[in-house]
């Protein structure tokens, strides 16, 4: 006669277990997290406003080009900035896992962001640029450049101890403005040497498609996460067919914020006399990879 078990008491022990090993360091973790996130911010958004000015100043419109997109990354990475602080409060009553998915959730809105703000500036390149066209700056140009490649060079390194995905998504989209910074040396130094006007528009122009191509990768990256696709398990399972008593199993599991994994595991087991010590033999297997709440189901074979 076959006996099955629903595993329901280990939810609680699963999640002190695993939380309260995430507490020890969350507090620190969630302040180093966030702290990075808020320089970056206020990085971005000072230098944005500065680059814009500079950019009519020169009539340089890479300048601009460059100074709108970070201005609109700067929003993004404040609603980072406020979702990664929501994403650390405690499970409640209607959110039973937290609230970590606000941390995909803000990497999707900032992928969103990359697609719209490069589409806008080529429209505003082509309407500025018709009504607009006077020698270009480039002596401005290069020294924008030279400051522009020192800052977003700081804050690339300010984020490269995290480990967060909106912070990763953040990396990402500054490495893309250090090498619009370094494009747009490149053609100020042309410009300087050679007169040749029509390189400015030509870097604006290539400077929002690269930012648009980028965005849609950031986008397709991240939407899998967000409609919970399903992670291989198969290492998982062939490890815990390796355990004693252990007939069959299945496991499924899904991301919480691309880092973070909810697993339900189902098991056939010889007998149950042993089921807490199995118990801990998987959280044991998966404490290396998660923190995360664990779901078993025994049945008796």
């Known amino acids: 006669m076959e006996k099955h078990t629903h595993d329901h008491g280990h939810h609680d022990h699963s999640s002190h277990h695993h939380v309260g090993h995430h507490h020890d360091h969350g507090l620190d973790y969630k302040n180093t997290t966030t702290g990075r996130?808020?320089?970056?911010?206020?990085?971005?958004?000072?230098?944005?406003?500065?680059?814009?000015v500079g950019g009519f100043l020169s009539f340089s419109m890479a300048l601009i080009a460059d100074g709108l997109h970070d201005l609109l990354d700067a929003f993004s990475i404040g609603v980072a900035y406020l979702f990664e602080k929501k994403s650390y409060n405690e499970p409640t009553e209607h959110y039973h896992f937290g609230f970590r998915r606000y941390s995909i959730l803000s990497a999707f809105v900032m992928s969103i962001v990359l697609i719209v703000s490069a589409l806008l500036t080529l429209a505003f390149i082509f309407m500025y640029h018709s009504s607009h066209q006077r020698e270009i700056?480039?002596?401005?140009?290069m020294v924008f450049a030279v400051l522009g490649l020192a800052v977003n060079g700081f804050a690339i390194l300010r984020l490269s101890s995290g480990s967060s995905h909106q912070e990763k998504v953040i990396s990402w989209h500054l490495m893309e403005d250090l090498l619009g910074w370094l494009a747009t040396l490149v053609g100020a130094v042309i410009i300087y040497f050679t007169g040749?006007?029509?390189?400015?528009i030509v870097l604006?122009?290539?400077i929002s498609v690269f930012i648009f191509y980028n965005g849609c990768r950031s986008f397709i990256s991240i939407l899998p996460i967000f409609l919970q696709r399903a992670e291989s398990q198969r290492d998982v399972e062939s490890s815990i067919l390796g355990m004693e008593q252990v007939e069959s199993c299945e496991v499924k599991s899904w991301s919480l914020d691309g880092s973070s994994n909810i697993y339900n595991i189902r098991m056939n087991v010889t007998n149950i006399d042993n089921i807490e010590?199995?118990?801990?033999?998987?959280?044991?297997?998966?404490?290396?990879?998660?923190?995360?709440?664990?779901?078993?189901?025994f049945q008796l074979v």
């Open 37 to 52: 996130i808020l320089f970056v911010f206020l990085l971005n958004l000072g230098f944005a406003i500065i680059e814009i």
């Open 277 to 297: 010590n199995l118990k801990e033999d998987v959280y044991k297997l998966l404490k290396s990879t998660t923190k995360e709440q664990v779901f078993m189901d």
């Open 196 to 200: 040749w006007q029509w390189v400015d």
């Open 204 to 206: 604006a122009v290539l």
């Open 137 to 141: 700056n480039s002596v401005w140009m």
